[in-house]
């Protein structure tokens, strides 16, 4: 079993920045990649960036890419969002999404960025 717990969302300025934190517990060998993705009220549920296991391998959605750096420290179970020049338009609930190497899916409770003057 994995337990996975968001943090780090919250009101900001357009143009401003917000780093999430996605900490991750329990059975976390299994975890071969680890998604972050977003929903918008009334739309569906995108995926944002992605991270391997051994960090090796990133990948952003094209709205997002130049703008937010997807990391992780194995040190601390913990994989980041570093989001920047923040736009409206990234308002939404954030969800850590890690995957085992048996494709099973865990999620958290999901954090809200909301991005408004």
């Known amino acids: 079993q994995v337990q996975v717990v968001e943090s780090g969302g919250g009101l900001v300025q357009p143009g401003g920045s917000l780093r999430l934190s996605c900490a991750v517990s329990?059975?976390?060998?299994?975890?071969?990649?680890i998604n972050w993705y977003r929903q918008a009220p009334g739309k569906q549920r995108d995926l944002v960036a992605k991270?391997?296991?051994?960090?090796?391998?990133?990948y952003y959605n094209a709205s997002v890419k130049g703008r937010f750096t997807i990391s992780r420290d194995n040190a601390k179970n913990t994989v980041y969002l570093q989001m920047n020049s923040l736009k409206p338009e990234d308002t939404a609930v954030y969800y850590c999404?890690?995957?085992?190497?048996?494709?099973?899916?865990?999620w958290g409770q999901g954090t809200q960025v909301t991005v408004s003057s």
């Open positions: 999404n890690p995957v085992s190497n048996r494709n099973f899916n865990y």
């Open positions: 329990g059975s976390i060998f299994s975890i071969n990649v």
């Open positions: 991270i391997t296991s051994g960090g090796s391998t990133t």
